[in-house]
Nanobody, 121 residues
Framework: VQLQASGGGLVQAGVSLRLSCAAS????????MGWFRQAPGKEREFVAA????????YYTDSVKGRFTISRDNAKNTVYLQMSSLKPEDTAVYYC???????????????WGQGTQVTVSS
């Protein structure tokens, strides 16, 4: 599967932003999907994940209550709705996919290119 993330930008703290990740292929609905981010000088970290059906979602503690992951299997797209953005959310955001749910929060197999999110204070 090939992944294409979009929607990043430069925003002020407190606003919302929605990232999208479009996937190629006819088997998107069989993949669990995740979002990761990497801030300058830091390691890539897990942000959010959603299982293949959309019934289950997972978040890192720092974004719970502010970010929402969702998917539209008819459109082969996964979204990350980010609200109440903070300067510490500044990072390159990557979408990822894997058939194995157990690794979607850690080492998914497929990665898209990143999209930059910069939050100014």
């Amino acid at each position: 599967v090939q992944l294409q993330a979009s929607g990043g930008g430069l925003v002020q703290a407190g606003v919302s932003l929605r990232l999208s990740c479009a996937a190629s292929g006819r088997t998107f609905s069989s993949y669990n999907m995740g979002w990761f981010r990497q801030a300058p000088g830091k390691e890539r970290e897990f942000v959010a994940a959603i299982n293949w059906s959309g019934a289950n979602t997972y978040y890192t503690d720092s974004v719970k209550g502010r970010f929402t992951i969702s998917r539209d299997n008819a459109k082969n797209t996964v979204y990350l709705q980010m609200s109440s953005l903070k300067p510490e959310d500044t990072a390159v955001y990557y979408c990822a996919a894997d058939n194995r749910l157990v690794v979607i929060t850690s080492t998914p197999r497929y990665w898209g290119q990143g999209t930059q999110v910069t939050v100014s204070s």
